[in-house]
């Protein structure tokens, strides 16, 4: 693998990571405790703060 080869990659806009990114911006979604406001995993049924198990969910677009 030479120079030449890093500059066509770099040149074809081919960016794995960035594509990821995008894709998982398009869909998320945060999770968050409605009695304290820590944010929760999407698996977590309660806070592990305060252990409310009022969790909800906001959907960014
Ligand atoms: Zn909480």
Redesign the pocket.
Known sequence: MGLSDVVRGLLSGEDPASDAESDAAAGTVVYE?R??G?TVGPDATE?P??D?TAIVEYPIE
């Open positions: 405790c009695n304290c820590t806070c703060n305060c409310s």
